[in-house]
């Protein structure tokens, strides 16, 4: 799986700080999230999405060899 996380919060003006903040999450998180090194839970990728006005699929790119 990859993500857009960080182009989605530099396109909306978030730090990661501010980011993490709205979702409850530390910035180590978010900073694991956009180096792709961590996948999150199904509540984490919804309230990432949510903070963006995306659904999941439109925050986190599913990819085949994720099986």
Do not use: W
Not at 4 to 9: A, D, G, N
Not at 30 to 42: A, D, F, G, R
């Amino acid at each position: 799986m990859i993500n857009r996380v960080k182009e989605l919060r530099l396109e909306n003006g978030l730090t990661q700080q501010e980011l993490a903040d709205r979702v409850c999450v530390s910035s180590r998180t978010i900073i694991s999230l956009e180096k792709q090194k961590y996948n999150p839970s199904v509540l984490l990728a919804y309230k990432i999405a949510s903070v963006f006005g995306l659904s999941i699929e439109g925050t986190f790119i599913f990819d085949d060899d994720d099986k």
